[in-house]
């Protein structure tokens, strides 16, 4: 049986000062939101494209099956590779799905009709969606807690320049003066898979999470990777902190655990993360994988063109976590969640009011939902911010895993399917009606953080959520009693 340990890791990780190691940690691991913004920004501008005769002549419910191939392969890829994360590490596993994501990409670039494009892109999301649980578990231990708020929003709405960088793309690729109509989407894909190759190469300088080591047992080389992650932010051989963690080491923990920890003792705040996902993942999905579908069918706008229609809805998207993240560490979550889940909710309720009525041109649509996500975006981070810290370090990867396939399955696999066909009704009421769907659900979401919202603003990780290995049986039931009846 493996000895306890008593250390003070987990408070010298979150006084360390801002240094580079932290931008380090934030490019390398970051860029996964910037590649994933990248891939459903490019195949929502060619959705166009792909229904023309010369490519591979889709139909309208044809774009919406790939992206529902896309969201079900990031869905199953969540699940595996989260559990795999929180048995063998974080570092190895945003290797081998980066590598799986490469894979996906480069094929769909080589794809002949609708159903091996599917296929690529079921591999495609299989990675990302692997990333997810291995990305935010990473980030959020290594990242310090005074600060993790703002950089978490940061970072997953830096999928918004991914998104911009994927418009950009559309624009210069899809012009057919420039390239034949076959060819340009293709590279596009290649493109991607350029990046991804770079950011691996950069992961390589990237440590393992030093509280995973220590909860699997490892505390000589946890040890090791914080003296040297000190010795970068120039605070080495300062005296440590006096806050200390005990744990009893454990190697695995199986699904057994994992259920029995998000339905006994943490099951509303597993209601909170399922309420949270659900509504941010149905809102995203059903607009940003068919806004190509609305320009083009209701304003005319040439499929050629869509890319430049959303740079400044990137941009929105972009700001609103860059703008609002610092007020999520200082006014604290719980005002700040529920505030941007109800202000989207209602300009988009008004905006699509609006668009029924056709009042709107193309850029004023545009601008509407730049304002709109501006808000909807620091609120989808925060849904995925809020499932990554107030659970146990040990089930943290596929907590998020499995929360975010929930959410995406529950809120966001059909929505493409369903608001392209709302959409190839040609009928303005009917796509006004999902659009108040989706609203509804942000303000029942909000409600929820109203209700079971956590204050882990400048908390650590270990104070918001005690580790399972943090003491014997009955003391861990004790303190999970004491932190779920205080929320």
Known sequence: MTLPITTSIPARLDRLPWRHFHWLVVVALGITWILDGLEVTFIGSISGVLQEPA???????????????????????????????????????????????????????????????????????????????????????????????????????????????????????????????DIGWRIGFGAGAAIGLIILLLRRLLPESPRWLLTHGYPERA???????????????????????????????GLRVVFKTLFGPYRRRTVLGLALMIAQAFLYNAIFFTYALVLTHFYAVAPTAVGLYLLPFAMGNFLGPLVLGPFFDTLGRK????????????????????????????????????VIFFFASAAASAAYLTVSEVFPLEIRALSIAMFYALGTAAGGLLAPWLFGALIGTGSRIAVFGG????AVLMIAAAGFELWLGVPAERRSLEAVAAPLSAGNEKRLKDEKCRITNSF
């Open 223 to 253: 040890e090791a990777v914080v003296a040297a992650i000190e010795q970068r932010c120039g605070v080495s051989g300062e005296k440590p902190p006096a806050e200390t963690l005990t744990i009893h080491p454990r190697r695995h923990f």
């Open 55 to 181: 490519t591979l002549g889709l139909s309208s419910s044809a774009i919406g099956l790939l992206a529902s191939f896309y969201l079900a392969g990031a869905i199953i890829g969540a699940l595996f590779f989260g559990y795999l994360t929180d048995q063998f590490g974080r570092k190895r596993l945003f290797t081998i799905t980066l590598a799986v994501y490469l894979v996906g990409v480069l094929l769909s670039a080589f794809a002949w009709n609708l159903w091996t494009l599917a296929a690529f892109r079921f591999i495609t999301g299989a990675g990302i969606g692997g990333e997810y649980g291995a990305i935010n578990s990473a980030i959020d231990e290594l990242i310090p807690a005074r600060v993790r708020g703002r950089v978490d929003l940061t970072i997953n709405g830096s999928y918004w320049l991914g998104a911009a960088l994927g418009a950009g793309m559309s624009v210069v690729l899809l012009n057919p003066a420039w390239l034949p109509v």
């Open 335 to 370: 005002p700040m969640i529920t505030a941007t889940y109800i202000g989207s909710a209602l300009l988009l309720a008004a905006t699509g009011a609006l668009f029924a009525h056709g009042l709107l041109s193309a850029t004023m649509q545009t601008a509407a939902w730049s």
């Open 435 to 438: 659009y108040l769907f989706a």
